[in-house]
């Protein structure tokens, strides 16, 4: 029996984001391993009812302390050299970085799942581009030896193989993390326009612009609704309660703040527009996806990981990125022309069907690792 450990640095996102993928490892076979960074005693039933087991190891998501990255790389390796590891699958920076080099040493496969690269690989100071060749280091070292290397959009394997991280053999395209369409419907549009944003509430994800432009919206068409799901972040530019508070007193949103992945379908089925202006530099957003398999148009930002979910015109709008203006405008659009939205929103199932469906994807990861 084939033993395949998945390595991420946030348990909590296993649920939304990969477990169609180990249910697929687990159908053929697999035994598989969960490492993540939150206890066992939080994670272990909900693993064990899906047929996998869990383990814990040490790891900051988001700090850039050397010493405790060293203790990360140590417990890995430690690990996956216990567990008898065959093949390693790694997503999110530090599992790939210092997950990968524990699989070398462990004697393990290694494929690695690049999201979105974020602001790191687009430097705005002499201080970011430090930052960044130091990754990148990282990085020419982690995926030295690994058998593959999953990309959601082009422009990031350009920016890793300028910066001599991979080679043209390693690369494989795949289409975002896919997404469940029995647990995504298509559902009708409501009869009262309303916007939705879902998503991590930092500056790159444009969740201010989403804001701005709602209060532009308003002054117009005062009974339409926004709405805002997320969590607060512990990312250096994660946005502070008090940043919400006067869009919220005003009227301009309803914030609704992190909700259980059980719980997104309804707030798509609630909204007649899916909003994610960001351009930080997405992967190809989880939440999009979601939002086209339920049938929304979508308005993302003209940048990397979003324009690969919109055909402009035909299932929603790209807009600049960091430009409230050019949001409202798109917003009124749809507001002012039902059935455009409608025509979008069919768009969007479609392209959900013919290339974002879950099982498409999970078919390419699995022949790519041989399973």
């Not at 009708?188 to 969740?207: E, M, Y």
Request: charged letters at 25%.
């Amino acid at each position: 029996m084939t033993r395949v450990a998945v390595i991420t640095a946030a348990t909590n996102t296993i649920e939304r984001f990969r477990i169609d993928m180990i249910d697929e490892f687990v159908r053929r076979g697999c035994e598989v391993l969960i490492l993540g960074d939150e206890s066992e005693g939080d994670w272990t039933e909900y693993f064990r009812s899906h047929g996998v087991r869990y383990r814990s190891y040490p790891v900051s998501r988001n700090g850039m302390n050397p010493v405790r990255d060293l203790g990360t790389l140590r417990a890995l390796t430690r690990i996956l050299s216990e567990e008898k590891v065959d093949k390693v699958f790694t997503y999110q920076a530090k599992p790939n970085i210092y997950g990968g080099i524990a699989a070398h040493r462990a004697g393990s496969e290694l494929f690695v799942m690049m999201g979105g690269l974020g602001s790191v690989f687009r430097p705005a100071s002499a201080k970011d581009g430090l930052v960044r060749d130091i990754v990148a280091m990282e990085y020419r070292l982690s995926l030295k030896h690994a058998d593959a290397v999953f990309f959601q959009n082009r422009e990031d394997v350009e920016t890793f193989k300028d910066l001599g991280i991979v080679r043209d053999e390693q690369v494989v395209m795949i289409h975002g993390s896919g997404v469940n369409l029995e647990r995504f419907p298509a559902e009708p549009l409501p009869d009262k326009p309303s916007f939705l944003f879902v998503g991590r509430l930092v500056r790159g994800k444009g969740v201010m612009d989403y804001l701005d432009a709602a209060r532009i919206v308003k002054r117009s068409h005062p009974e339409v609704g926004f709405v805002l799901v997320g969590p607060f972040d512990t990312n250096p530019t994660a946005l502070k309660p008090e940043d919400l508070q006067l869009y919220i007193e005003d009227g301009t949103v309803r914030y609704e703040g992190e909700r259980h992945p059980d719980e997104i379908h309804e707030y798509m089925k609630a909204c007649s527009c899916f909003v994610l202006p960001s351009y930080y530099g997405e992967g190809t957003p989880k939440s999009a996806l979601e939002a086209m398999a339920t049938g929304r148009p979508l308005i993302v930002a003209d940048a990397v990981g979003c324009r690969e979910v919109v055909y402009n015109g035909e299932n929603g709008f790209l807009v600049p990125p960091r430009d409230p203006d050019a949001i409202a405008h798109a917003m009124a659009r749809l507001i002012e022309d039902p059935c455009l939205a409608e025509r979008m929103g069919k768009a969007s199932r479609c392209m959900a069907e013919e290339v974002f469906d879950v099982c498409r994807v999970n078919r390419t990861i699995c022949e790519m690792i041989g399973l």
